[in-house]
């Protein structure tokens, strides 16, 4: 046998190596497929169109979202949510008397696949309504061609407040707190907390969300007039897995709260290496430490910190049973993005049963500026930009595990910030 | 003094934790030629293993558990040696650098059946749980299991490729395979057991490094692109390079973070571009034929 000596073109290939090794994240794991109603991404034939429904019994909708690499856990149960909405709404006789069907898709967190894929389910699929997905760049792209053949959007877990442009857009709804809300509600409960003059370091994923969500808190603590002085930022790239220098960073500034816009295991591992540094002994972190990230924490829990949450069903009284049977159906409980996209789903098909017709055009109209009854309550969406009337949640660490979910949730009572305290007048998003 | 110390501890942890990483990146680039950027998947298979075989609460449990996993994604690389590298050897670069990227993908689907989506913990395993002060400056004592474990991959690295037949073997592989196999020495069988270090030490390192991370789907992305830089710099097939290499960025890493934090992710590509433009076969790699 022989071994390749080196040739000149080696550089050449090790360029290939780097860039096919950035490109991991953006790269394959083809669409998936679902059921009814679920079912992939088809390659029948027919002409692009906008508003014809699926013919037959039945109707597509679609989603394609995150569903590989670091941010998976959010994708995947958030397409659970919607997946349940769908069933539960074929369950009941379907929507004006169809089938639901539902298109799913991994995209990547790449814009240009996302994109791709949600052009296919409209044009090849016949999907009337598109959800998704996590990231909002991938949203800014999937907004561009749902646009374009005039479908309505329901975005459920990527919260940019530029995806909504002021309500320019008609199709665009958004049915989770965008990125000035969340960090003014985390606002509001911290300035109840805070007394006297304060040190603060924020540590964010190095990307628009990340710079979008701490502006929107130093913003909202120059409103509220908190005394503080800033004494570090650091914003690491998305997914790291060595932030030691970074976290060092932090540690050496010793300021008496963090605010930390990651999520998910970035949160996670920002905990754990936090806590190892002995951060927690001195600093409180504000975080979005949701169920999904408390239950991974375990014992390295930090008490006394602070976290945010798009929808903790544990706090949320008005969810009923529908935490113990999406847990019965996917083996645990529904995370904030399973409730937000089941949410939207049902918004979709109210609007649909309002209109009595699948016509986007029609679906969209008669969803601005309605009151849609859902497992959260009722829902106001708004006119002006499409924004959902909804809350956002704060409340501190508990010590102890909560006895019903054997995890360290937050201490009661769970701080709900009003729509109307948080929300930003309508165009500022533009 | 008390920044020295920070920045230092920052330093070593960061160049250790990236050396552990890319040690068996290097050493299967130095003997076979191939770049394999399934090395990712080895490192995340080592990580999540070691939190299947311990738990959450790792004790004393998890020193067993480390060689567990180096040796079971060891075999695992000797698998995927067997059956579909063995195949490549003749091809081009880019051929096999696609063979192994299929590689990646397919480890990264296969391990969301096997480990799901959501991030799993390993708390870090006695004596290493608490923190050490030195001239003002607290970090985490596993830091130092780090470096030491570190330290201890890199010597033994080197002793293995200078000091014993295995080693000399595996550097005339690379030199004179013909010659090598004319003395009567299996190559099928060395390519096979260096493959398999390879991935063993990928795997030892997921394992180590696992109670300081959150273990994810994701990580054998983020971290191929981290242990490519490292042995690109240092030169690709040096195991000396590799720990320079480790070192630089970790300083870049550190310093960057201190002195411009909006700039800190970028600075380490600017180093890579910059070696690369004075030296582009790496600090200690050697120069193509």
Known sequence: MTVPTLKPRLLAATAVTAALALAVTACSSSAKSTSPGTTSPSASSGSPSSSAPSSGG??????????????????????????????DLNAKGGVLGKTVKLVSADDNITPATGATEVRTMITQDHAIAMFGPVSSAVAAAQEQVTNQYSIPMFFYTSNDMGLMRGGANKYAFQFVPNTTMEPSAVADYFVKQAHGPITIAT???????????????????????????????????????????????IVDSHPDYVFNAQFGSDLVNFTKQASSFGLFQKTKVIAMYDYNVLAALGSTTPAGSIGFDRAPFWAMPELGNFPQTFKAKYGDYPSEWAIMGYTAVQGWAWAVEKANSFSPSAV??????????????????????????????????????????????????????????????????? | MHAFVVDLVSTLSTAGYLFIVSAGLTLVFGAMR??????????????????????????????????????????????????????????????????TFGLLLIFADLALRLWGTGARTVSSPSPFQGRITIAGATF?????????????????????????????????????PEALAATGTNTHLLLTVVFALGAGL??????????????????????????FIVTVIGGLGSIA????????????????????????????YVVLIAVLAVRPWGLLGAAER
């Open chain 1, 58 to 87: 039945s109707v597509t909708v679609g989603d394609s979202t995150t569903l590989s690499g670091a941010i998976a856990q959010l994708g995947q149960t958030g397409l659970d949510g919607v997946k349940m909405a769908i069933a």
């Open chain 2, 241 to 268: 390079g590799t720990a320079l290499g480790a070192v630089l960025i970790g300083v870049a890493q550190t310093l960057g973070t201190r002195y411009a934090p909006n700039w800190a992710s970028t600075v380490i």
């Open chain 2, 34 to 99: 191939v770049i394999n950027l399934a090395h990712g998947s080895f490192y995340m298979y080592g990580a999540f293993l070691v939190t299947t075989l311990v738990g959450a609460s790792s004790g004393a449990r998890f020193w067993w558990a480390v060689p567990a996993c180096a040796v079971a994604i060891g075999a695992v690389g000797a698998v995927v040696e067997l059956g579909v590298m063995r195949r490549l050897y003749r091809s081009e670069h880019l051929t096999q650098l696609l063979a």
């Open chain 2, 140 to 176: 985490p004592s596993y830091d130092i299991a780090i470096t030491v474990v570190a330290v201890l991959v890199g010597v033994g690295l080197w002793a293995m490729l200078t000091r014993t037949v295995v080693g000399w073997r595996i550097r005339a592989v690379v030199s004179d």
């Open chain 2, 202 to 227: 990928a795997g030892l390192a997921g394992a180590i490094v696992a109670p300081q991370t959150s273990i994810a789907p994701g990580i054998d992305q983020a971290i191929i692109v981290s242990a």
């Open chain 1, 364 to 430: 969209a109209s008669a969803l601005a500026g309605a009151t849609v009854p859902t497992i959260r309550g009722n829902l106001t969406i708004q006119a002006c930009d499409h924004q959902a009337e909804i809350p956002e949640y704060v409340g501190t660490i508990a010590a102890q595990p909560d006895p019903r979910y054997g995890v360290r949730l937050w201490n009661q009572p769970v701080f709900s910030a009003p729509f109307s305290d948080i929300n930003p007048p309508c165009g500022a998003s533009s």
């Open chain 1, 203 to 249: 540590f964010a994923p190095d990307y628009s969300f990340g710079h979008d969500t701490v502006s929107g808190f130093i913003a909202a603590l120059q409103r509220l007039h908190v005394n503080y002085r800033l004494v570090a930022q650091e914003f690491p790239p998305l997914s790291a897995t060595n932030i030691t220098s970074y976290l060092t960073a």
